[in-house]
């Protein structure tokens, strides 16, 4: 079994991930001894298996006698190499390495799902469930049971292997003997104790608890526990509720793991995908969630989830490590994974999550996984072979669902500063931030995995457009783009080991001035940038506008000895992309291998993605090129095979060694070169008002857009502020004007910001703003923000 086999991803191609709530029964192969007179437990335990296996779908219909017939395959493909020996079940799984155990019951998962379900060609064969026991019993007898202890990563033993076992022994219940069954139970029993949720730290948080809470539902479910079952239920509790720091959900939308890292589509992914399915399986018995606090986990969907979903693909600026999982796909099935895989699986969460949920929640959620469903071109959702029956079911019943209208793509702008990130999306695109402080790691190492994601959260600036560019980071981006050359970023060409600066979010900038302020459609994000393993220092600002980002960076110093760049634009362009590029109205070669120094650059174009602006001109490097690289350049687990792919990139060279360096652009999404012409042209649509160590600032007068980030006290144009802050206006021609002041740096006890302006009166405030002045000018005082955790305050006025 090749490619990047991650932990999780064991779970996700075994199709024990894949979950589908209870409906109607069709096509899956029956439990022996017909009809039962079922008990609680039984109960429990037949709807785990529907949940398992799905139901409701005609094996004989797209896209399912597809799926069936590549899981058939599978099966045989791994039983004819499953060998049991003394250390191992297959030849390439040594039961000596952790990893291996829950491979190797990853194998046994897919035989059996072959087994039970219709249509796979081993439907219901009895030679092949005589080889499952065989095998199960083999891996119980040398690699996981009471007398074993416990080696290697603890995942394996206390949630991979366990969760996979415990959904076999589901799936063949009625085909295993209780003795079994109780030594599956007692392997479980053994490293899933009830203590294992005694204490909500270490290893049991966030989406670790929720994993560990569903191996003990389940062995309560087949061991006819009570007491088990409850506990995993009530154990569930710690998960819900706002935390300020650490793991878990923030009030802002943020979801954390591993303390330093923004893990929505990863760990968060996981999180949602196991709270789904044991709300779901517990709903309407006696162990039901209850607690209250549930409520905050519907809430998340919207909350936390839907900002980072776009077309169906889940972004990579909350998805850790996980970037660095893909494979090549060289024949019909195998771990494809990219950001449409994260995304759907999610897709399949919600809409599983809905089942437990009120009537007016599932129906809304429906109408926007039937949205993302519909828009995802690039990668189908109901032709993801990676999916599982289960999901591919229930994803395909909310796509033909008639009384569902599909939701459109909001208008929005979110900054989530427990994780210093933020979305912006407009008609016709979405784009995100990547940051990093002492509260968020540059990236994600750790298993072997993302050995170069060094520089993402140096600001990296990902977008995508509504029909076009949905496979930009999807398409072998992670193993074959340059990795000093991240698109948005600031940074030092000093080489950087693999994995440099250490695991699990481990290395964090010494910074605290980082986020912004929004009124939910603009904003103005800022980052002190100091690079990773080095003295790179810089100011970034990034001004988000109706059709375009404004991006500023200054100060940019450094004394590596080595070249500083801020890259413009890397843009994938594709196995064998041509796209064109103009610069100031004249074509540039498409021959690959290019490279200009551009001077004088006023604007700059990709045809089908969109333009660049630079105010002023600008001397601008640009290089077209073929990169090859391998998964396994990134993710020891990847594939060694050769990928290329093509890369148009733009970037401003500060020169080695640079004191005080500065530039200025403006992206333009999807624009043609006549609207990039035409905004390049128009000098006075855009101020830049600072671009210093002091203050970044800009204003727009069409919009009626001021706003700086003041790194240090001071005054630019119209605005002031006694101290660090962000703060951003919008005035809309209505005699009305709108401010937002956030404190980035969560440390002052008290602010003032003035605004020379005349203001009439003040329509409406936050509590935190302790005195508000008006006439001439408008001077807002406002409270302690320390425990406002870098949150927008907003206030309303009129304009005298």
């Known amino acids: 079994m090749s490619g990047p086999w991650s932990r999780r991803s064991f779970l996700r191609l075994s199709g024990t991930a894949a979950l589908l709530g209870p409906v109607s029964s069709t096509g899956v192969l029956a439990p022996a001894g017909g009809a039962f007179a079922a008990d609680a437990y039984d109960t429990l335990r037949l709807k785990w298996r529907d949940m398992v296996l799905g139901t409701g779908f005609d094996p004989a219909a797209a896209p399912f006698a597809e799926k069936l017939a590549l899981l058939g395959a599978r099966a045989s493909e791994v039983r004819s190499t499953m060998a049991a020996v003394s250390g191992s079940l297959w030849p390439d799984l040594p039961l000596t390495v952790s990893r291996s155990i829950t491979g190797s019951y990853a194998r046994l998962a897919t035989m059996a799902q072959a087994y039970a379900q219709p249509g796979t060609g081993l439907t219901g064969s009895t030679a092949l469930v005589a080889e499952i026991k065989a095998g199960l019993d083999h891996l119980y007898d040398q690699a996981y049971n009471p007398s074993t202890s416990q080696f290697g990563n603890w995942w394996d033993f206390q949630i991979g292997s366990p969760q996979i076992l415990l959904d076999i022994s589901t799936i063949l219940h009625d085909r295993l003997s209780a003795t079994q069954i109780g030594n599956h139970l007692a392997a479980v029993d053994t490293f899933v104790p009830d203590s294992s949720v005694t204490h909500y730290t270490g290893t049991s948080t966030g989406a670790n608890r929720v994993d560990l809470c569903r191996s003990l539902a389940l062995r309560g479910v087949l061991g006819k526990s009570a007491a088990k079952i409850a506990l995993a239920s009530s154990a569930l509790s710690p998960v819900f509720p706002f935390v300020t720091d650490g793991d878990g959900f923030y009030a802002d939308g943020s979801f954390v793991q591993h303390g330093h890292l923004a893990h929505t589509g990863s760990y968060g992914a996981v999180l949602l995908g196991g709270l789904a399915s044991l709300f779901s399986l517990l709903d309407g018995s006696a162990w039901a969630v209850e607690d209250p606090n549930r409520q905050l986990v519907f809430d998340s969907v919207e909350r936390s989830y839907a900002p980072f979903l776009y077309n169906g693909l889940m972004m990579d600026a909350v998805s850790g490590r996980s970037t660095s999982r893909g494979n090549p796909r060289t024949g019909a099935y195998g771990f494809q994974g990219g950001d449409h895989g994260r995304g759907h699986d999610v897709l399949s969460s919600i809409a599983l999550l809905g089942t437990a949920a009120s009537s007016a929640e599932d129906r809304h959620w429906r109408g926007l996984v039937k949205g993302w469903i519909r828009r995802d071109y690039y990668s189908p959702v109901l032709a993801d072979t990676d999916l599982g029956i289960a999901a591919l079911a229930r994803l395909k019943a909310v796509h033909e669902d008639d009384d569902v209208t599909a939701i459109a793509e909001p208008t929005a702008h979110r900054i989530f500063p427990g994780m210093d990130r933020a979305v912006h999306r407009r008609p016709g695109w979405a784009a995100s931030v990547s940051m990093a402080s002492k509260r968020m790691g540059f990236y994600e190492t750790g298993n072997g995995e993302n050995l170069r994601g060094w520089h993402a959260g140096a600001g990296m600036l990902q977008w995508w457009g509504d029909t076009y560019g949905n496979g930009q980071y999807t398409d072998a981006f992670w193993p074959t783009v340059d990795p000093y050359r991240l698109p948005g970023t600031t940074v030092s060409k000093k080489v950087l080991a693999d994995a440099e600066g250490g695991a699990w979010g481990l290395p964090r900038p010494d910074v605290n001035w980082v986020g912004g302020a929004t009124d939910g459609e603009y904003a103005a994000l800022g980052q002190f940038v100091r690079g990773l393993s080095s003295t ?150 855009l101020t830049v008002l600072a671009n210093d160590n002091d203050r970044q600032g800009i204003r727009v007068p069409s919009l009626g857009f001021t706003a700086v980030n003041f790194w240090f006290a001071g005054t630019v144009g119209t605005l002031t502020a006694d101290g660090p802050a962000c703060v951003l206006v919008r005035e809309h021609g209505d005699g009305t004007a709108t401010l937002c002041v956030s404190d980035p740096m969560r440390m002052r006890d008290a602010l003032t910001v003035r605004w020379n302006r005349p203001v009439a009166s003040v329509i409406s405030q936050p509590a935190t703003v302790t005195s508000a002045t008006t006439g001439s000018s408008l001077t807002l005082t406002f409270g302690d923000l320390t425990g406002k955790a870098g949150a927008t305050q907003r206030i309303e006025v009129v304009l005298g």
Not at 574 to 587: E, F, P, R
Not at 627 to 655: A, E, F, K, Q
């Open 536 to 685: 790179l220092y810089a100011k970034k600002s990034w001004f988000c506008l109706a059709d375009s980002v404004v991006c500023l960076a200054g100060a940019v110093r450094c004394a590596d000895g080595t070249t500083v760049e801020t890259v413009v634009e890397n843009r994938n362009l594709g196995a064998t992309g041509t796209q064109a590029l103009t610069v100031n109205g004249a074509a540039q070669s498409t021959a690959l291998g290019w490279s200009a120094t551009l001077t004088g650059t006023n604007w700059a174009q990709i045809a089908g993605h969109g333009g660049y602006v630079f105010p002023g001109g600008a001397t601008v490097q640009a290089l077209r090129q073929a990169r090859t690289g391998s998964w396994r350049d990134v993710n020891t687990g990847g594939t060694t095979d050769p990928v290329t792919r093509r890369y148009l990139t733009l970037w401003i060279d500060h020169g080695v060694d640079p004191v005080d360096a500065a530039c200025v652009h403006v992206l333009m999404p999807g624009a043609t070169t006549t609207a990039t012409a035409a905004r390049a042209a128009a000098t006075g649509w």
